[in-house]
């Protein structure tokens, strides 16, 4: 099961209303919680599973106008550790893939791109057919451990 869904609202944190904070991190976030409590009970059944949860750079170093996205990246984290812990048992692994820009709509605009360029101090892209290696790798028997 991969979880990868996300929005994400472009503003400094003393702009955003309620609205935008809580849209953020009720998709990205509850989201991937839900995604895993959803399957979850099935995989436990089978005693075999593979969770693949899509975080972000930007939940390991925060970005400048993108708060709500950070901190739900950053849950995203927490909540495969843990997962990974509880799960384990019923050979069950949950992994995080943390990629750096990807070559997204919800990356490619003027704001996004010069701020995270200048963060990152180098201009690049990564294509989504550039993760796919590492999830198809997390899904297969390979990854067991």
Do not use: C
């Not at 950053?74 to 019923?90: D, F, H, Q, R, V």
Request: glycine share 8%.
């Amino acid at each position: 099961m991969v979880a990868n869904a996300a929005i994400q609202r472009w503003m400094p944190l003393l702009d955003m209303e309620d609205t935008d904070w809580r849209d953020v991190i009720d998709n990205n976030l509850n989201g991937t919680a839900n995604t895993v409590r959803a399957f979850a009970p099935k995989m436990v059944a089978r005693k075999k599973g593979r969770f693949i949860l899509l975080s972000s750079m930007q939940g390991k170093h925060g970005t400048k106008d993108a708060s709500s996205y950070s901190a739900s990246k950053w849950g995203i984290l927490g909540l495969t550790k843990s997962a990974a812990m509880e799960l384990g048992e019923y050979n069950i692994t949950v992994n995080a893939l943390i990629p750096g820009l990807v070559d997204t709509a919800l990356t490619r605009y003027e704001k996004r791109v010069s701020e995270s360029f200048g963060e990152q101090g180098k201009v690049g892209w990564l294509q989504p057919d550039d993760i796919s290696p590492a999830a198809v790798f997390l899904a297969s028997d390979s990854a067991k451990w």
